[in-house]
């Protein structure tokens, strides 16, 4: 039977465990999107992952909404990153950049200028800006200029993330941002070859993939989607029809990895799932396929050991438990995070949990 602890390969990427570290923003960057030596203290602390999938990370300022998060786009963005690869492959790690265009979600205030989308929607909710939260502004339709400039940036940000030392990179499909705004029907109203079609709908997507495989190779590209639950006003009237063809042209590009963010139960920001589309993706699709939300080690195992996933990836728990992976073998219990320090810069609640053997130390 496939163990947890069991060496897999997504493309050209050995992963030494099937235990996944999922992509998380921490807002610990400086205002002008540069990683730092905190970030990767933060990130070799959790090198005994199998894969860190790093937090979302601009393509472009045009669209990177997030206060203090990472860019990849100018030479100062990857010397940073250097820091971080490079403390991570010491430590024995692995480590992929998550590749970020926020879409409607990017206020103007750190965008600049009017947000691009699939189509002029506003998104619920309010944005994060340095001044605190305010409301979304309208988005403008991308024209075919601004689908071939994006397109652009993303093929650019991937051969920055190699030339940062990163392992590969994961697009970001889920979650409402711009890759899903054109995936799902309740933000894409176009009528042109972008819209209305599921054929249609998959397109941005394809042409991202095909772009970013053109400029470092498939072998390193991976795909994140979130499937089963509404996100920041994004969702599909039909997942499994939507996701299932999607699987198909994942086959066919071959694309050696997907994580899909399938939610089991309400998410924290109160989405309710709707059925799972994994069991309908699985015999599709035949790269590597990384489930995750609300896993802790018994149901990684029973996951892992079902069939359909190849590897877990776990969020939060990685935030308070640097050595999650050595804690799940071990059965031990796992510290709980701290919402509050989340995003809020700093060191505190961000290198200061403990692994097992200094917390028994303490
Ligand atoms: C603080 C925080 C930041 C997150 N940032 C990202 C992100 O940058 N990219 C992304 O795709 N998902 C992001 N997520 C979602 C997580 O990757 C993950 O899907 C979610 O936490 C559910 O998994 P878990 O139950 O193991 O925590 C974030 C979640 C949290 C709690």
Request: glycine content about 10%.
């Amino acid at each position: 039977m496939t163990s947890l602890f069991g060496p897999v390969e997504f493309g050209a990427i050995s992963l030494a465990n099937r235990i996944v570290m999922a992509p998380l923003t921490r807002a610990r960057s400086s205002r002008d999107a540069v990683p730092n030596a905190l970030m990767a203290q933060y990130y070799a602390q959790r090198a005994s992952a199998g894969l860190i999938i790093s937090e979302a990370t601009g393509i472009s300022r045009e669209g990177l909404g997030w206060p203090d998060a990472p860019g990849l786009w100018n030479a100062e963005q990857v010397d940073g990153w250097k820091l971080v690869t490079e403390a991570v492959h010491s430590a024995g790690g692995k480590m992929v950049a998550q590749l970020w265009h926020m879409g409607r979600l990017v206020h103007p205030d750190l965008g600049g200028g009017q947000p691009v989308s699939a189509s002029a929607t506003t998104a619920p909710d309010y944005a994060h800006t340095y001044e605190g939260r305010k409301p979304y502004v309208e988005a403008r339709a991308a024209t075919a200029e601004d689908i071939g400039r994006i397109l652009g940036d993303y093929a650019a940000a991937a051969r920055n993330a190699i030339a940062a030392g990163f392992d590969g990179v994961q697009i970001h499909g889920a979650n409402g941002y711009l890759v899903d705004q054109f995936l799902r029907d309740s933000a894409n109203f176009r009528s042109d070859d972008y819209g209305a079609s599921i054929d249609n709908r998959l397109r941005f997507t394809v042409e991202v993939l095909e772009a970013v495989g053109d400029s470092i190779g498939i072998e390193r590209v991976g795909i994140r989607f979130s499937p089963n639950i509404p996100v920041q006003g994004v969702e599909d009237k039909d997942p499994i029809a939507l996701f299932t063809a999607l699987a198909k042209r994942l086959e066919a590009l071959k694309v050696p990895w997907i994580e899909l963010r399938e939610a089991n139960r309400p998410t924290s920001a109160g989405s309710i799932p709707t059925k799972p589309v994994s069991p309908a993706i699985r015999p599709l699709y035949s790269g590597r396929i990384v489930l995750n939300s609300d896993y802790d080690g018994p149901g990684a195992r029973a996951r892992i050991a079902e069939g359909i996933a190849d590897a877990i990836s776990f969020g939060r728990p990685f935030i308070s438990n640097p050595d999650l992976v050595e804690r799940i073998r071990l059965g031990a219990p796992l510290a709980a995070s701290e919402v509050a320090t989340f995003y809020s810069g700093g060191p505190g609640g961000y290198v200061d949990y403990p692994a097992l053997d200094e917390a028994e130390a303490a």
